[in-house]
T-cell receptor, first 113, second 114 residues
Framework: GNSVTQMEGPVTLSEEAFLTINCTYT??????LFWYVQYPGEGLQLLLK?????DKGSNKGFEATYRKETTSFHLEKGSVQVSDSAVYFC????????????FGTGTKLQVIP | KAGVTQTPRYLIKTRGQQVTLSCSPI?????VSWYQQTPGQGLQFLFE???????NKGNFPGRFSGRQFSNSRSEMNVSTLELGDSALYLC?????????????FGEGSRLTVL
């Protein structure tokens, strides 16, 4: 079956630090990969996505590259802000016609001024 | 375009009661999925509906059920509530056709069971 493994949190960084949150996956078929973000008290919202190998998804300064050879989709940001404090979920979907998205356990990021 | 709307946002119930949660998807979205989120278990898939049919189901007991109406609105029901059912219940909708599996989430219904 499909699974997503992401690094344990919480991750605490100072403002303007570099962020990496690791994510690896196991999937049957050829998955689409996603990063979702959940701000306190809110539902999840899509941060970025990639649908094929070597694709780079990017949004709001965050980037992730679909690496088929290492089955990874690590999230990076060059300079984090306090407003980036949230929980980040790596996820995958196989067969877009059947919406059973598999999520990782989430990584809580806290950015301190 | 209105987002996914979930009602109620917060509710408190006691053990043994039952609860019904509602989800209105984004206009034009025909797939609705439900997830349970708890601090210990993370996001767990409950079920997914498309065109009033349940297509996928997670590993939850039969006390958890759902349905979808012809206008794509969905409800989930939990009967005989247990303390462990306290959680944030998230609904997500998607287009399905020609998409890559992107989900659009509501803000959730936070259920507390006393």
């Amino acid at each position: 079956g499909n699974s997503v493994t992401q690094m344990e949190g919480p991750v605490t960084l100072s403002e303007e630090a570099f962020l990496t949150i690791n994510c690896t996956y196991t999937a049957t078929g050829y998955p689409s990969l996603f990063w979702y973000v959940q701000y306190p008290g809110e539902g999840l919202q899509l941060l970025l996505k990639a649908t094929k190998a070597d694709d780079k998804g990017s949004n709001k300064g965050f980037e992730a590259t679909y690496r088929k050879e290492t089955t990874s989709f690590h999230l990076e940001k060059g300079s984090v802000q306090v407003s980036d404090s949230a929980v980040y979920f790596c996820a995958l979907s196989t067969n877009g016609g059947y919406q059973k998205v598999t999520f990782g356990t989430g990584t809580k990021l806290q950015v301190i001024p | 375009k209105a987002g996914v709307t979930q009602t109620p946002r917060y509710l408190i119930k006691t053990r043994g009661q039952q609860v019904t949660l509602s989800c209105s998807p984004i206009s034009g979205h025909r797939s609705v999925s439900w997830y349970q989120q708890t601090p210990g278990q993370g996001l767990q898939f409950l079920f997914e509906y498309f065109s009033e049919t349940q297509r996928n189901k997670g590993n939850f007991p039969g006390r958890f059920s759902g349905r979808q109406f012809s206008n794509s609105r969905s409800e989930m029901n939990v009967s005989t509530l247990e303390l462990g059912d306290s959680a944030l219940y998230l609904c997500a909708s998607s287009l399905v056709q020609g998409t890559t599996g992107e989900l659009f989430f509501g803000e959730g219904s936070r259920l507390t069971v006393l």
